[in-house]
């Protein structure tokens, strides 16, 4: 079967930096992929990896290992504009392509 | 320019009524979808549609019934609603079935039944 897992929430302090860690299990991994979403918002996409390394976007960055089937979501330089929910995404070749969702991580920012 | 426009963005109705929400996204995407979420905040597929065809039609009651008039709408009918019907539903759109890893999602439809 397929499962992702990321933490429920996350902590940190305006200014920081924070890692939101995804591991997957898929039979048929295609690329990871992250999604923001604030509170009463929508997903929003953020980043996407199918090969191993790092992928900047500004403050935030995208990391992919196959081999150890996990990736993390970097953001630099937080702002209290960050405070969000996290989600990691896998596409799925079994699952015909589609997108099989993580639980979402909460990110909590305190001044 | 609303990329992909949902209606409508609020809806409290009865147990037992029938309902629809309507969707439409502007980008020219092949491939749409909807999507439940839950208080909980767990993102699940409910259907996905290519060139308005079915494709993935997940573990959903027939009470829900999707519909797609062209490419660019993709529309969500539902039956002999139910308390645990109550949660957000998001229409969301991508370029094509193989990139399905770049979604770009409605503002969510928020369904309250009573």
């Known amino acids: 079967g397929q499962s992702l897992e990321q933490p429920s929430e996350v902590t940190a302090v305006e200014g920081a930096i924070v890692q939101i860690n995804c591991t997957y299990q898929?039979?048929?991994?295609?690329?990871l992929s992250w999604y923001q979403q604030h509170d009463g918002g929508a997903p929003t996409f953020l980043s996407y990896?199918?090969l191993d390394g790092l992928e900047e976007t500004g403050r935030f960055s995208s990391f992919l290992s196959r081999s150890d089937s996990y990736g993390y979501l970097l953001l630099q330089e937080l702002q209290m504009k960050d405070s969000a929910s996290y989600f990691c995404?896998?596409?799925?070749?079994?699952?015909?392509?589609?997108?099989?969702w993580g639980a979402g991580t909460k990110l909590i920012i305190k001044p | 320019d609303t990329a992909v426009s949902q209606t409508p963005k609020y809806l409290v109705t009865q147990m037992g009524n029938d309902k629809s929400i309507k969707c439409e996204q502007n980008l020219g995407h092949d491939t749409m979808y909807w999507y439940k979420q839950d208080s909980k905040k767990f993102l699940k597929i409910m259907f996905s549609y290519n060139n308005k065809e079915l494709i993935i039609n997940e573990t959903v009651p027939n009470r829900f019934s999707p519909k797609s008039p062209d490419k660019a709408h993709l529309n969500l009918h539902i039956n002999s609603l139910e308390l645990g019907d109550s949660a957000v539903y998001f229409c969301?759109?991508?370029?094509?079935?193989?990139?399905?890893?770049?979604?770009?999602f409605g503002p969510g439809t928020r369904l309250l039944v009573l």
């Open positions: 990896n199918a």
């Open positions: 969301a759109s991508s370029q094509e079935w193989q990139n399905q890893e770049t979604q770009y």
């Open positions: 898929t039979s048929g991994f295609y690329g």
């Open positions: 995404a896998v596409r799925d070749a079994y699952s015909n392509y589609q997108l099989i």
